[in-house]
């Protein structure tokens, strides 16, 4: 039986990534309904507001989460992290419903980012449950093939063109005597 290191070393507030893994307890499939992952999902976005982090990928699998995020501006990792586990397993009938701990990578290159990202959109399929990774509604996937914003703001070449787009629309409007204070979204 796998067991959990001891003294578990992490490295955090290095101004990394973190492809980070956590499940289900004992395994179990307890995100194995839409209507669980729609809560993951929604849980994730409100964690990310409040602790300000950047979720640049995730998948929500069956029994398990893969996450690659930033590191957060209001608390530390394991933090966030602890009450994102929270704020699902209370809304939730099974219990306990997560595993205790989570396994942590430290992603430092572009090339580890690429890596990681793939391997959590290939995720459904290798386990059989899409054809293909866009077909998997509850991950990034989707955000990376068309841009199209979800549940979870996806920390992209997309999102980034979104704000300076905003920023620009912002900060002409403030430019023009008499300017609307607000403009609509196209």
Not at 8 to 14: A, E, G, H, K
Not at 16 to 32: E, G, K, W
Not at 77 to 83: E, H, I, M, N, Y
Request: proline share 4%; charged share 25%; with cysteine.
């Amino acid at each position: 039986m796998f067991s959990m290191p001891k003294a578990l070393v992490r490295y955090q507030q290095t101004g990394d990534l973190h492809f980070v893994t956590f499940s289900c307890y004992r395994r179990r499939p307890y995100l194995d309904s839409a209507k669980a992952r729609d809560l993951f999902e929604r849980s994730l976005e409100t964690m990310r507001v409040r602790y300000d982090f950047f979720v640049t990928g995730y998948v929500a699998m069956p029994e398990h989460v893969h996450l690659l995020l930033s590191e957060p501006k209001k608390a530390v990792l394991s933090k966030a992290l602890q009450a994102l586990k929270l704020s699902v397993a209370v809304q939730r009938k099974e219990r306990p419903f997560w595993q205790a701990r989570y396994y942590d990578f430290n992603v430092y290159t572009e090339h580890k980012r690429v890596e990681k990202l793939q391997y959590m959109h290939r995720n459904p399929v290798k386990r059989g449950l899409v054809a293909e990774p866009e077909d998997w509604a509850w991950s990034s996937c989707n955000h990376y093939y068309t841009g199209e914003e979800g549940v979870v703001e996806i920390e992209s070449l997309y999102t980034a063109a979104r704000r300076d787009r905003a920023a620009l629309k912002t900060h002409v409007s403030e430019a023009r005597h008499g300017a609307p204070t607000s403009v609509e979204a196209n």
